[in-house]
């Protein structure tokens, strides 16, 4: 009923930048909270940046002041702006969000959970 296309990931020096994108696609209604995740080596998931609909914004620690994440909602995309990259943000990234879609009419409507399928983001030193 919803999917979820990221992309923007890559290999990069350290210092420099990247961009990723995730457009939501489907039966969507309007779009609630947003996030960015992510995943290294030997590590548990966890939560990079996060977004709600009315436009507050939440950091890791790890990633404050350089990191910056958005949203576009009549496109229904979210940002992550990803400034001074270290070796140490490599991992897989996923985007999540929490979509009110329909199903079969308008009127039949629930909330759902979609992740993207991961985009990799490499920083070499």
């Known amino acids: 009923q919803v999917q979820l296309a990221e992309s923007g990931g890559g290999l990069v020096q350290a210092g420099e930048s990247l961009r990723l994108s995730c457009v939501a696609s489907g039966n969507i209604l309007s779009i609630n909270d947003m996030g960015w995740y992510r995943q290294a080596p030997g590590k548990q998931r966890e939560l990079v940046a996060g977004?709600?609909?009315?436009?507050?914004?939440s950091y890791a620690d790890s990633v404050k002041g350089r990191f910056l994440i958005s949203r576009d909602n009549p496109k229904n995309t979210v940002y992550l702006q990803m400034n001074s990259l270290k070796p140490e943000d490599t991992a897989v990234y996923y985007c999540n969000a929490n979509v009110l879609v329909w199903r079969g009419n308008i009127y039949n409507r629930n909330y759902l959970d979609a992740w993207g399928q991961g985009t990799l983001v490499t920083v070499s030193s």
């Open positions: 977004i709600s609909n009315s436009g507050s914004t």
